[in-house]
Structure formats: C-alpha cells, structure tokens
C-alpha cells in the first residue's frame, strides 16, 4: 500500500513543509454524492496534500467518485472509511470543523487563511491535524461539531453562503498550501518534551466523559441538562490546549472528587461517617 507521502512527495520543496502536510487530513462525514468525493480528493491533490477520511459516506465506493477523481484516484483508492468522526480523529490534536453557517456553535472561529495558519503551525510542531466537512444536505450535527477545537467560515455572500462541498474543500486545501509554501519549520529546535505531548482527541475525550461523570456525582448540574455547562467547558479546556500530563493531574483531580461524592452518599466504608 502506498504511504500518504508518496502521492506528494514532489509537491513541497522543502522536506519540512512536505512533513507538515502528511500530518494533515481531511475528514468528509455522511457525505451524499460520490461525486463530491472524488472531486475533494482532486482538491486535495492539486494542492499536494495526500491524507482523506471517509466517515460513513452514503453511496461509497462508486464509479461516479472515481471519474471525478480524475488523477486522483490513487489518493482516494487509500481514504480510509471508518464509522464515526470520533474515530477519525482519534490520535489529533486539532479538529477543525467547517461549516457554512456562520456563528451556528459557541466556538472559536477561523477565516480560512487564520485557519490554515494555526494547522500548518501545529502539523509543524508534530501534530496531527484534521479539517472536517459536513453532509451536502445538513452539515455537521451538533455533536459533530462537539468534537471541534474551532469552527472554520469561509466568508462568503451571507445571503448564499453555502459552497459545493468540493468547493469548500478546494478553497481550505488552496490556503493550507499557501501556509505550507511560506514554510512549515518548527517554532523551536528543541526537542518536545515527553511531558509536553499535547494530548490527543482521544485523551480529550477520555477527560470530558469523566468531568461529566463527575459534575453529575456532585450534583453540579442541579436537574438542569448537562448541555451548556459541558458546551462551555469544552471550549474552555480547548482554550488550554492541555498536554498529556496536564490532562492526567486533571484526571486525579477528578478521581478523588468522584471518591468523595461516593462516600458522602453512602457507598462508601461508613468509615468517615
Ligand atoms: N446545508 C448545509 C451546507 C452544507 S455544504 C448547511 O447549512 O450546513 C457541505 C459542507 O461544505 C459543509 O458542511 C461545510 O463543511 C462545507 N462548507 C460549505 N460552505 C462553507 C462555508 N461558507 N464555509 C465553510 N465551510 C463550508
């Protein structure tokens, strides 16, 4: 099977920027018509990036996405399908969701250029990137966009703002080149350190379902739902940007909170009380 690399390996001249946009993906999700799919795939192509994941495409694989494809169907031949967007972007640090509708969700938002700035800079300092795109017909759901550092709104005409979906991918691929070309070397020379790993989606993950966990064992929530808490803290803890060691002290924090809550209620020895 061939690597990511090996479809662009002669697209950036430098080897940082070529290192840079292998760990770039972009993650389509429900997408509808075949034919979108081939023509990002081309999209992505053009612009010498090599990484696309397929979540749950409705009509896939089809003949209609490989005629789009055109010469691109070595790099689609390789999009990994997969069921959920959770697990498409298991192992990144920085999750981009694109939408059209502008100020839809309650986080940080990107013009394509700002956008492509901080995931060529984060693929440069070792991470793995993903900008996703939603269904032709609907976008990304809620929860989808749930899973996002930061929204991404290309600024279009407000009263017809919605691009083809093949589009869309076309103009953010465009900008990650420009930002790739201007040159991808790391902020610093030194080495990470083991400590300073930024956690990845799933360690994140990991984290918010144990802090609501435990919101509901001390009772935080008081009968509200749980929604616009959780909405608030997610994009403040994606405001940290917390590193693995951050997110595990966080953890124990948490551990000992939900140990409490459980001897204050009675499940514990009767020891203390
Ligand atoms: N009717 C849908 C539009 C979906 S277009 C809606 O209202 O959400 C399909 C996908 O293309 C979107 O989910 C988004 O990822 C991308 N897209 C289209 N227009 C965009 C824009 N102006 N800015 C950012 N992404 C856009």
Redesign the pocket.
């Known amino acids: 099977m061939n690597t990511p690399l090996s479809f662009i390996e002669s697209a950036f001249a430098d080897p940082a920027s070529l290192a840079a946009a292998a760990r770039l993906r972009v993650v389509l999700v429900g997408t509808q018509h075949p034919g979108n799919i081939g023509a990002a795939a081309r999209a992505l192509k053009t612009m010498g990036l090599a990484r696309l994941v397929l979540v749950a495409p409705e009509d896939y694989p089809a003949e209609e996405a490989y005629r789009r494809a055109a010469g691109a169907d070595d790099l689609l031949g390789d999009a990994p399908v997969v069921d959920t967007l959770a697990e498409a972007v298991a192992d990144c640090h920085l999750v981009l969701g ?4 502008s100020r839809r969700v309650q986080l940080e938002e990107h013009a394509p250029r700002q956008a492509a700035a901080v995931a060529v800079a984060r693929a440069a300092a070792g991470g793995e990137v993903a900008l996703v ?8 759901s809620n929860e989808e966009l749930q899973l996002c550092h930061a929204a ?3 600024p ?1 005409n407000p009263g017809y ?3 083809n ?1 093949a589009a ?1 991918v076309q103009v953010l691929a465009y900008e990650l080149r420009l930002a790739l070309l201007e040159g991808a070397a790391p902020a610093t020379a030194e080495p990470v350190h083991p400590d300073e790993v930024p956690a990845s989606h799933a360690h994140m993950e990991g984290f918010f379902t144990q802090l609501g966990d435990t919101l509901d064992a001390i009772d935080f929530h008081k009968g509200r739902t749980p929604d616009s808490a959780m909405r608030k803290l997610r994009r403040l803890f994606a405001k940290a940007q917390l590193n693995e060691q951050e997110v595990r002290l966080l953890r124990g924090i948490l551990a000992d909170a939900q140990r409490m809550a459980r001897l204050a209620g009675g499940g514990g020895t009767g020891s203390l009380s």
């Open positions: 694109c939408t059209a509708r795109f939603g269904r032709e017909r609907t976008g990304l991404v709104h290309i279009a703002s919605s691009l979906l869309a």
